[in-house]
């Protein structure tokens, strides 16, 4: 498949009073057409800020992009002017956000909201909108458009409300859906339909997808590659196989031990990680989950390891893979996949 997104080495921080928190240090990834690429990592390891960086969502100042190329199709969009970027925004990149009453008007019936937008970037006459504006919100599971298109944002459902954000960002048939944690607020029994959905639009539409979660069995549902982002930069990366079933790094063996196996699930707090992530004012000059790993060495203090080949475009920053290292033998971690073999959902 054909590449769309190239994020090369993109730099991300925020001025603040007490300094610059260096919120996304050096990331690098690709992504193809029709493929899913899953973002995951703890609270703060710069999710967010990387993925609405590739639309320029985040005000600067207090955000400053340090350094970095986003390639869109041949161009880099941290050269386009505010007005060339707001003819890709919606159009050629699409974004779902956690809450979906933080990108739809509440005072703007629905029809309407979804029309506007596909006129804005398709210059449709409001006819043709509208039968696509239909269309769309078939697609996403809301039938009887005429009925339901005269409705306000807060008279339907929350899961309806995700749907209703689903279809903006997929009526202009974006090439690209950034989506931020976007079931997350749903039940399960919701949030499984909407995942359905998504993965249908991409089969359908080709699109790519990014999609941040915390849940890895939504990761695993999900994902056709993952990036495992640690302290503003990612730690290790793979097709979904190598990250469940050949993990490499530390940080990412504490993550998949941290989610309980699927019959505990119910209502259980995830066992987090022991320790917490550094101080992005000041990150360590070693390896920054040096201080968390009950693996580190001497040289995970001093000198930061790089994100290196394993196998293929599996990859991981990690000084335990120097042929010099200690061979580890990794803990032993319950599946997440169950959902291959049946139909088991998150
Ligand atoms: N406006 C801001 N000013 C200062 N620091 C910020 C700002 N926004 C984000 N940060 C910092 O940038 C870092 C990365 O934040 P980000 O929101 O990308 O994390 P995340 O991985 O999405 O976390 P979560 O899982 O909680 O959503 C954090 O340390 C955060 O404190
Ligand atoms: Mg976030």
Known sequence: MELILEVKDLNVSFETYAGEVQAVRGISFQLREGETLAIVGESGSGKSVSVQSILKLIPSPPSKLKSGEIVYKGQDLTRLSDKAMEAIRG???????????????????????????IRKHEGLSTKEARKRAAEMLRLVGIPDYETNMDRYPHQFSGGMRQRVMIAIALACNSKILLADEPTTALD?????????????LKDKLKTAIVLIT?????????????????????????????????????????????????????????????GSPPDLFAPPPGCAFAARC????????????????????????????DPRAPQVAPPVIKSHRKQEGGGEHV
């Open 294 to 321: 009950k693996y580190c060495m001497h040289i995970c203090k001093t000198a930061e390891p790089v994100l290196a080949a394993v196998d293929g475009a599996h990859q991981a920053a990690c000084w335990l893979l």
């Open 91 to 117: 159009k050629e990149i699409s974004m779902i956000f956690q809450d979906p009453m933080s990108s739809l008007n509440p005072t703007m019936k629905v029809g309407k909201q979804i029309i506007e937008g």
């Open 188 to 200: 399960v029994t919701m949030q499984a339909q909407i995942l359905q959905l998504m993965n249908d």
């Open 214 to 274: 915390h849940d890895l069995g939504v990761v695993a549902q999900m994902a056709d590659r993952i990036a495992v982002m640690y302290a503003g930069k990612i730690v290790e990366t793979g097709t979904a196989e190598d990250i469940f079933y050949r993990p490499k790094h530390p940080y990412t063996w504490g993550l998949l031990e941290s989610v309980p196996s699927y019959e505990k699930r119910s209502g259980k707090r995830l066992a987090a990680i022991p």
